[in-house]
């Protein structure tokens, strides 16, 4: 069975950090390109980051840049997210998702994925 599941939310304050992570089982994930990207209530979704296979090519949103790093360990069959300095506008529902071929540009401009994780909500408060 081809999935994605995403873990690592929860609820934080605002400045604190936590780490999501994204496991594939099903498929080989050093052959897609891996994006993350974010959903807030009424709001459209958007790419926050994406990195293409070998790590080499890595897209961060501006609204994230210096603040989260994408990274991956093929030989896990995962992908991380670390999110810190977070902020209340940073709530919501992440997801992350599988594509290929791509760029990391144009996944995470126009969020898109072949496979899909479940999501997991990201909760920035005091």
């Known amino acids: 069975q081809v999935q994605l599941v995403e873990s690592g939310g929860g609820l934080v304050q605002p400045g604190g950090s936590l780490r999501l992570s994204c496991a594939a089982s099903g498929f080989t994930l050093d052959d897609y390109v891996i994006g993350w990207f974010r959903q807030a209530p009424g709001k459209e979704r958007e790419g926050v980051s994406c990195?293409?296979?070998?790590?080499?090519?890595?897209y961060y949103a501006d609204s994230v840049k210096g603040r989260f790093t994408i990274s991956r360990d093929n030989t896990k069959n995962t992908v991380y997210l670390q999110m810190s300095s977070l902020k209340p506008e940073d709530t919501a529902v992440y997801y992350c998702a599988a594509l290929y071929p791509t760029t990391v540009q144009a996944m995470c401009v126009r969020p898109s994925g072949t496979y899909w994780g479940q999501g997991t909500q990201v909760t920035v408060s005091s």
């Open positions: 990195i293409s296979t070998r790590a080499y090519n890595i």
